[in-house]
């Protein structure tokens, strides 16, 4: 069975600071991975995803991932935190074949000036 | 943004009432999901389809059901809703399974069973 695990419930970082969003993954096959972002009050939105073609994927917003299959993490990251990206993420695993996503607890970003 | 829109958007119902939460796309794609979201929990599927009156469980099915008549439109029902049952509650979509499909997510339904 898939499962991910999100370190950390809530990660505070200053304005201009480098953001790291730990993700950490379990699957029995190769898997495809994916990080949602979600804004107060608001859906899921897509950041990026993993589908094996590169290891470094980069997304929206100056984010991205690196997929490392020996540590079993797709960890995100973002050189410079900006007031505008406190939300809530997710980190998100689904398997070849399957149609279904299974979620993190998710992370809130808290940005300070 | 995905075509997908749900309702209601609030709700506030009784306990034992049953509730229908409806989700309509407009994109023309084959999969659709509902989630509900809680604090501490993430997101975590209910029931999903993969086509017309094809649906299957997910991991918190019980105390829902769900109808899919039309590619369009997916149903969720809370036949005899409790408290537990108080969460926003999510309606995704996909075109297609495999290879990394991107899953879409509407705006979600707040349901509060009082």
């Known amino acids: 069975a898939q499962s991910v695990t999100q370190l950390g419930s809530h990660v505070s970082v200053s304005e201009g600071a480098l953001v790291l969003l730990r993700c950490n993954y379990s699957s029995s096959v190769p898997p495809y991975l994916f990080w949602y972002v979600q804004y107060p009050n608001q859906g899921l939105q897509l950041l990026l995803k993993y589908t094996s073609a590169a290891t470094l994927v980069k997304g929206i917003n100056g984010f991205e991932a690196e997929f490392k299959k020996s540590e079993t993490s797709f960890h995100l990251t973002k050189p410079s935190a900006h007031m505008s990206d406190a939300a809530e993420y997710f980190c998100a695993v689904s398997e070849s074949g399957y149609s279904t996503l299974t979620f993190g607890k998710g992370t809130m970003l808290l940005v300070s000036p | 943004d995905a075509g997908i829109t749900q309702s209601p958007r609030h709700k506030v119902t009784e306990t034992g009432t049953p509730v229908t939460l409806r989700c309509h796309q407009t994109?023309?794609?084959?999969?659709m999901y509902w989630y509900r979201q809680d604090p501490g929990h993430g997101l975590r599927l209910i029931h999903y389809?993969?086509?017309?009156?094809?649906?299957d469980k997910g991991e918190v099915s019980d105390g829902y059901s769900v109808s899919r008549s039309k590619t369009e439109d997916f149903l969720l029902t809370l036949e005899s809703a409790t408290s537990s049952q108080t969460s926003v509650y999510f309606c995704a979509i996909s075109a297609d399974r495999g290879a990394g499909n991107t899953i879409y997510f509407g705006e979600g339904s707040w349901l509060t069973v009082v």
């Open positions: 994109e023309n794609h084959r999969y």
């Open positions: 389809s993969y086509g017309v009156k094809d649906t």
